[in-house]
């Protein structure tokens, strides 16, 4: 019961942000196209996330039987899904915080994607997924929908002269230095999988050991 009505509460607190988010990007940007701002809106990694995390909040509580709920009660796809969100918030606060002053709403849900949203999903895969059966080769495998999502940036802002983050912005960067800020960020997410493989192990080890007389 605590479990389920945790992530009911986490699971509209992120579709609200990422609706609000959404509303604010098409407001805020008047003078361009409602399909090239919601293009622009999905091709962010955070937004991706927010919405990925969602989902694993949403459907064990409104469908844990329906093949979506099955794939959110995965332990790899929950640890996976916790990586993801943790280096969302990291990067934001270290490397996009203090490019940007968000003003009212938009501030509203800068904070909940970035701060409230990792937060809340990191203390939901503490406290309720079951630990000890993740593998160290499992944060290797999270990194492919990493670098699926970096080729799409670079296709996409090759196309469309966008970009996303400016530690990706290759028309200003140069290839070459874009390239190497990724591959620090590719580092970065291992190091946080493995992170959460050792907390897994850790955790899991304790559960399995007998109970004192």
């Known amino acids: 019961?605590?479990?389920?009505?945790?992530?009911?509460?986490?699971?509209?607190?992120?579709?609200f942000a990422v609706a609000l988010q959404y509303g604010v990007t098409i407001t805020g940007n008047p003078d361009q196209a409602p399909g090239v701002l919601t293009l622009h809106f999905f091709s962010y990694f955070t937004i991706l996330s927010?919405?990925?995390?969602?989902?694993?909040?949403?459907?064990?509580?409104?469908?844990?039987?329906s093949r979506l709920g099955r794939?959110?009660?995965?332990?790899?796809?929950?640890?996976?899904?916790?990586?993801?969100i943790v280096v969302v918030g990291l990067t934001y606060h270290f490397l996009l915080a203090a490019t940007g002053k968000p003003q009212v709403w938009s501030l509203v849900a800068n904070d909940l994607l970035h701060?409230?949203?990792?937060?809340?999903?990191?203390?939901?895969?503490?406290?309720?997924?079951?630990?000890g059966r993740l593998r160290w080769i499992d944060p290797v495998k999270w990194l492919v929908p990493v670098l699926a999502y970096g080729a799409w940036t670079l296709l996409h802002g090759a196309l469309s002269g966008w970009w996303p983050y400016w530690f990706v912005n290759?028309?200003?960067?140069?290839?070459?230095?874009?390239?190497v800020y990724f591959a620090g960020l590719l580092i970065f997410f291992l190091i946080v999988g493995l992170i959460v493989v050792a907390i897994d192990r850790t955790f899991g080890r304790r559960?399995?050991?007998?109970?004192s007389a």
């Not at 794939?71 to 993801?84: H, I, K, N, Q, T």
């Not at 701060?115 to 630990?131: E, H, I, R």
């Not at 559960?207 to 109970?211: C, K, L, N, S």
């Open 71 to 84: 794939w959110s009660a995965s332990e790899g796809v929950r640890a996976a899904l916790a990586m993801y």
């Open 115 to 131: 701060y409230v949203m990792p937060a809340g999903f990191a203390l939901d895969w503490l406290l309720f997924t079951p630990k």
């Open 170 to 179: 290759v028309d200003k960067l140069g290839l070459g230095k874009a390239m």
């Open 1 to 15: 019961m605590a479990a389920r009505l945790y992530r009911a509460v986490f699971a509209c607190i992120g579709w």
């Open 50 to 65: 927010n919405i990925l995390v969602a989902l694993a909040l949403t459907a064990p509580v409104l469908a844990p039987s």
């Open 207 to 211: 559960d399995r050991r007998p109970a």
